[in-house]
């Protein structure tokens, strides 16, 4: 789709849980001075409402309506640190990161009703001077028209690992095997699902983070963006 020259410009970061989305995506905001949307934590806050409201991660029509009237906000929090998330007022950021919100958010991601309500909220980020997208659909349906579009993807492996070291800082202590089982499940979930599967855009640049640090993934998509 041709960019809208007369709309804010837009930079989507897509790609699988544990690619590096979020970090890169809160470095480059900061970096080209561009808002930003977690798109995915927009399914954990819903699945987080849910989960508080009583709602059964199976009645779409519940889920959808939760989607519907979400009171979120984001709030810019130091280099490092994954961005604020307001739920009704409260801080929610810790919450939403458990495996467990994790993957209810996925289960909540594949019903087409949840996904319908949270475009326009999606899409009403999109202000001056530009925004940066972090999430999985962002270049082939949310933003279609975005100037530039980046997939980041890693190996499962190495995904876990990343992983199994931030909960191991957070003093949580899982076995990576059954992170890595997590993430293979997930992944083949989201990449089969029949409404805005887990794929680059056609005109996607992708970019394999394996073995590489934030600073280098954030210079190659600086250099994408023209900012080298």
Partial sequence: MKPDSDAPPIICLDGPSGAGKGTVSQLLARRMGYRLLDSGALYRVTALSAMRHGVSLDDAEEL??????????????????????????????????????????????????VRTALLQLQR????????????????????????????????????????????????IDVKISDLLKEIKARDERDMNRETAPLKPADDAHVVDTTGLGIEEVLDRVLALAGRD
């Fill in 64 to 113: 959808a309506k939760t989607a519907r009237n979400l009171a979120v906000a984001f709030e810019a929090t130091p280099p490092g640190e994954p961005a604020r998330v307001i739920l009704d007022g409260s801080d929610v950021t810790a919450e939403i990161r458990t495996e467990k919100c994790g993957d209810n958010a996925s289960r909540v991601a594949v019903i087409p009703a």
């Fill in 124 to 171: 009403d980020f999109r202000q001056a001077p530009g925004l940066v997208a972090d999430g999985r659909d962002m270049g082939t349906v949310v933003f279609p028209d975005a100037q530039l579009k980046v997939f980041l993807t890693a190996s499962a492996e190495e995904r876990a690992e990343r992983r199994h070291r931030q909960l191991l800082d957070a003093g």
